[in-house]
């Protein structure tokens, strides 16, 4: 329960001095976390990879859906919420890479995650910002592999479609505010984030 309300406090005080990278006030639900996380196949991943990761709502539940040998690789841009969440969740399969997940090509290397989840306020990232992150995060996704994202505005909609021939949508109406889930799959051949 403490832990809980100090995390929550973390999450408003990262809000309240960048509104525009955090874009929420609170982490996601348990329930909007579930809802996304059924949308693939999670338990059968070698690699996740896990975009603006905050204070663990997706993390934890993560962890506890993979395989024993299975690897986690979260991106969070905050040093204070990396910090605390690796303090929380010191699991061998968990990396936590404090950083921008504009870098996750350069992170990864050769490896190829069959599950990425994002909740990052795409549309309110900084002009470009988001689109390359998307253009990247589709270049390094392993074949038949799934993007996850959850996003409170349905702008992101166009940008999903130009990228990946496969796009499945549902809300999560129990979240504050409502979530719109979405799963992406397979890139399209001479899209920008198309695998090389
Ligand atoms: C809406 S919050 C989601 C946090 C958590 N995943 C959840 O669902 O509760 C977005 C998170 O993305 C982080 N973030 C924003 N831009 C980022 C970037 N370029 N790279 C990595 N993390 C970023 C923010 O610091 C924030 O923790």
Do not use: W
Not at 167 to 192: E, I, K, M
Request: charged share 20%; aromatic share 4%.
């Amino acid at each position: 329960m403490r832990s809980d309300l100090s995390e929550r406090l973390l999450f408003l005080r990262s809000f309240v001095a960048h509104p525009r990278r955090v874009g929420a006030v609170l982490p996601t639900s348990g329930r909007a976390v579930a809802d996304m996380l059924a949308m693939a196949d999670v338990p059968a991943a070698r690699l996740v990879v896990e975009l603006g990761a905050g204070t663990g709502s997706h993390t934890g539940p993560l962890l506890r859906r993979m395989a024993p040998d299975a690897r986690l690789v979260a991106f969070e841009i905050d040093p204070a919420m990396a910090d605390a969440l690796r303090a929380k969740l010191p699991d061998p399969r968990l990396t936590v890479v404090t950083g921008s997940a504009e870098d996750v090509a350069e992170v990864l290397g050769d490896e190829r995650p069959e599950v990425v989840v994002s909740a990052l306020p795409f549309t309110s990232l900084p002009h470009g910002l988001g689109r390359r992150i998307l253009e990247r995060t589709a270049q390094v996704l392993a074949p038949g592999g799934a993007l996850l994202v959850l996003q409170y505005s349905p702008l992101i909609a166009r940008d999903l479609g130009r990228l990946f021939a496969s796009v499945q949508r549902r809300v999560s109406p129990l979240n504050v505010p409502p979530a719109v889930l979405y799963a992406c799959r397979d890139p399209r051949p001479g899209a920008p984030g198309a695998p090389r």
